[in-house]
């Protein structure tokens, strides 16, 4: 595909993703993506043939992009407290953004048992992060600046509070400190006395 062609699709993505987030994603249509892009039908299907196809590309560029970054940061031997720093900084902003998140668009997408039974996405995209988490802890363990912790479970921790917290962002006014003390939480966890006091 060409240039131009790259960056149209890009633009439908990231209007889209505008779209899902605000709506979920039962009630996005191909209409609705038309007028915000700008595009007529036949632009918009000249790239994508439904809101499915659309939906699951965004999915799967979510934890590509975040496994890419870190294990770009591990080769590049920055320390596994700055990159865990950077996560969870960009975690806790986005726990609170229930403006912009995408639980909702998920939780209708995969509760579809024909989508469930033909795809699996979902679940590639938590292996996904999986992986680069535990990559990270196994880092982090492997420099001294990580306890020794079991990397999994510590994973599960993150995933399931980021996605509890954006869920009921949706649902409740969210008091703001609950994502601060979330990642504390796990900041006191993973970091070792002497990387928390600096020495």
Not at 95 to 112: P, V
Not at 141 to 155: A, D, M, Q, W
Request: with cysteine.
């Amino acid at each position: 595909m060409s240039l131009k062609g790259d960056k149209t699709r890009q633009i439908i993505r990231e209007k889209a993703y505008q779209l899902f987030a605000q709506k979920g994603f039962k009630e996005v249509t191909m209409k609705d993506i038309c007028e915000l892009t700008g595009l007529s039908r036949g632009g918009l299907y000249r790239h994508y043939e439904s809101t499915e196809q659309i939906f699951l590309e965004i999915v799967n560029a979510f934890s590509d992009q975040q496994k890419d970054a870190v294990f770009a940061k591990i080769e590049q031997h920055i320390p596994a407290a700055v990159i865990l720093e950077d996560l969870l900084t960009k975690y806790a902003k986005e726990m609170l953004d229930y403006e912009n998140s995408f639980s909702l668009a998920i939780c209708e997408f995969y509760s579809n048992p024909a989508v469930s039974k033909k795809d699996n996405s979902i679940k590639k995209q938590y292996d996904t992060s999986k992986s680069a988490w535990v990559e990270l802890i196994n880092y982090g363990i492997g420099t001294k600046e990580f306890n020794p912790v079991n990397p999994e479970s510590v994973f599960h921790m993150i995933l399931f509070a980021y996605q509890g917290v954006r869920m009921y962002s949706r649902l409740m006014n969210m008091n703001p400190e609950i994502p601060i003390q979330i990642t504390d939480e796990i900041k006191k966890l993973l970091l070792t006395e002497e990387t928390q006091h600096g020495k």
